[in-house]
């Protein structure tokens, strides 16, 4: 219970008694607030004061002037006023900035309610590139989002970036410092196509097409797992990395110093990003929606191999075998339909929504190079129908 010491006390008490929120604090909390409001009143009362000291003044000196008493109250009390709004402002500008790091729609919607920031994905962009007492993990949560204005607000948020004569991984360690990549392997596909477009625009006599950097961007995040994480045994070598990049520009090469200065880049630099942030690949493994080996349909050349795949946020992995730690393609299966097929028992297939084009995947060569996938759709077989079900309804659930 919160005692009464004064009469003022009593009054706060009575006051902050109809207020919900009041009740739900400790005696030492409720102790605090009181203690806050009276030195609140204390500072009111002292301005009041101050204020009528002005007018009497003012009065005095009008006497001597011959001008009209007031002129200046009015004037102290314009100001007066303007820094209490500014006050208040300021007071909305870090309401909304903690509800941005709690929820982030939530956030700019009270910034925007409060008159601080407009309601157009160039301003939030600017936003989130300023990124000031905004926290880097909800950022790449609100960019990460495949919505309107998010999907908007990332194209506008990415075209900050000044990307000109700057090397990929330099252009990476900016692009990546503004905010944490989200653990969904969907997300950080559509933050790192726009990546790629922005990229290849400001440096195109480098690079053919944008699919080159977007491979490369993939390609080097890959490499500073592989470097850095102690639970790979198998270090990439600075020929091997060379090599696993060899024709992705368009079917030609990208020059090797290049590559090898960005190897070194990330040998002697790993991103500083935590690891729960989901910049180690290897975390997506853990917890998997399905995993097992099922037989899968080749993309150029029609044979049937056993693959280890695993089913995680909205994204379809297959590896040679289960000890690799490097998985041999990508599959994300946003915008991509499942069917059974009618040919073939145990077998379901993967194919593309026509609305949004064709399956865009990536996987490694037979000479460890990353490229573009050759599927125009998969065809997956499972060891018995109950599996087939199972993993149809998994798949379907997700695409």
Same mark, same amino acid.
């Given at each position: 219970?919160?005692?009464?010491?004064?009469?003022?006390?009593?009054?706060?008490?009575?006051?902050?008694?109809?207020?919900?929120?009041?009740?739900?604090?400790?005696?030492?909390?409720?102790?605090?607030?009181?203690?806050?409001?009276?030195?609140?009143?204390?500072?009111?009362?002292?301005?009041?004061?101050?204020?009528?000291?002005?007018?009497? #003044?003012?009065?005095? !000196?009008?006497? +001597?002037? =011959?001008?009209?008493?007031?002129?200046?109250? /009015?004037?102290?009390? %314009?100001?007066?006023?303007?820094?209490?709004?500014?006050?208040?402002?300021?007071?909305?500008?870090?309401?909304?900035?903690?509800?941005?790091?709690?929820?982030?729609?939530?956030?700019?919607?009270?910034?925007?309610?409060?008159?601080?920031?407009?309601?157009?994905?160039?301003?939030?962009?600017?936003?989130?590139?300023?990124?000031?007492?905004?926290?880097?993990?909800?950022?790449?949560?609100?960019?990460?989002?495949?919505?309107?204005?998010?999907?908007?607000?990332?194209?506008?948020?990415?075209?900050?970036?000044?990307?000109?004569?700057?090397? #990929?991984?330099?252009? !990476?360690?900016? +692009?990546? =410092?503004?905010?944490?990549?989200?653990?969904? /392997?969907?997300?950080? %596909?559509?933050?790192?196509?726009?990546?790629?477009?922005?990229?290849?625009?400001?440096?195109?006599?480098?690079?053919?097409?944008?699919?080159?950097?977007?491979?490369?961007?993939?390609?080097?995040?890959?490499?500073?797992?592989?470097?850095?994480?102690?639970?790979?045994?198998?270090?990439?070598?600075?020929?091997?990395?060379?090599?696993?990049?060899?024709?992705?520009?368009?079917?030609?090469?990208?020059?090797?110093?290049?590559?090898?200065?960005?190897?070194?880049?990330?040998?002697?630099?790993?991103?500083?990003?935590?690891?729960?942030?989901?910049?180690?690949?290897?975390?997506?493994?853990?917890?998997?929606?399905?995993?097992?080996?099922?037989?899968?349909?080749?993309?150029?050349?029609?044979?049937?191999?056993?693959?280890?795949?695993?089913?995680?946020?909205?994204?379809?992995?297959?590896?040679?075998?289960?000890?690799?730690?490097?998985?041999?393609?990508?599959?994300?299966?946003?915008?991509?339909?499942?069917?059974?097929?009618?040919?073939?028992?145990?077998?379901?297939?993967?194919?593309?929504?026509?609305?949004?084009?064709?399956?865009?995947?990536?996987?490694?060569?037979?000479?460890?190079?990353?490229?573009?996938?050759?599927?125009?759709?998969?065809?997956?077989?499972?060891?018995?129908?109950?599996?087939?079900?199972?993993?149809?309804?998994?798949?379907?659930?997700?695409?």
């Amino acid at each position: 219970m919160v005692a009464r010491n004064t009469r003022s006390d009593a009054y706060l008490l009575d006051q902050l008694e109809t207020d919900k929120r009041f009740h739900a604090l400790t005696d030492e909390q409720k102790r605090a607030v009181i203690e806050v409001r009276r030195k609140k009143e204390l500072v009111q009362r002292e301005l009041n004061v101050i204020d009528q000291e002005l007018v009497r #003044i003012d009065q005095d !000196l009008a006497q +001597f002037e =011959g001008r009209h008493p007031g002129a200046a109250a /009015a004037a102290c009390s %314009d100001n007066n006023t303007a820094n209490r709004n500014s006050d208040a402002k300021t007071l909305d500008d870090v309401q909304g900035r903690q509800k941005f790091n709690v929820d982030p729609k939530k956030g700019i919607e009270s910034l925007v309610a409060s008159g601080l920031l407009n309601d157009s994905p160039d301003d939030i962009a600017v936003f989130l590139y300023k990124g000031e007492r905004l926290n880097k993990t909800k950022i790449g949560e609100y960019l990460g989002e495949n919505k309107e204005p998010n999907l908007t607000v990332l194209r506008k948020f990415v075209e900050l970036f000044e990307f000109q004569k700057m090397d #990929i991984v330099t252009a !990476l360690r900016a +692009f990546l =410092g503004k905010f944490r990549l989200p653990g969904e /392997a969907q997300k950080i %596909d559509r933050m790192m196509e726009e990546f790629a477009v922005v990229y290849c625009q400001a440096n195109s006599s480098l690079y053919s097409k944008s699919d080159t950097c977007y491979v490369l961007a993939f390609s080097i995040i890959m490499l500073n797992t592989s470097l850095h994480n102690p639970s790979v045994k198998d270090k990439l070598t600075a020929d091997q990395f060379v090599k696993m990049n060899n024709g992705i520009n368009d079917g030609g090469d990208l020059p090797s110093q290049l590559l090898i200065d960005a190897y070194n880049s990330i040998k002697n630099t790993p991103f500083e990003i935590p690891e729960e942030d989901a910049m180690d690949f290897t975390i997506t493994f853990y917890n998997p929606d399905k995993r097992g080996y099922l037989v899968k349909e080749g993309g150029k050349h029609k044979s049937w191999k056993k693959r280890y795949f695993v089913l995680t946020d909205n994204c379809l992995y297959y590896f040679v075998k289960e000890s690799d730690s490097e998985p041999k393609g990508i599959v994300p299966l946003e915008n991509l339909k499942v069917f059974e097929s009618k040919d073939r028992k145990f077998t379901f297939e993967i194919r593309p929504d026509e609305k949004y084009g064709p399956i865009k995947a990536a996987k490694t060569d037979s000479g460890g190079k990353m490229v573009s996938g050759n599927h125009e759709h998969y065809r997956i077989q499972a060891s018995c129908q109950v599996k087939t079900s199972e993993l149809h309804f998994c798949v379907r659930g997700v695409c």
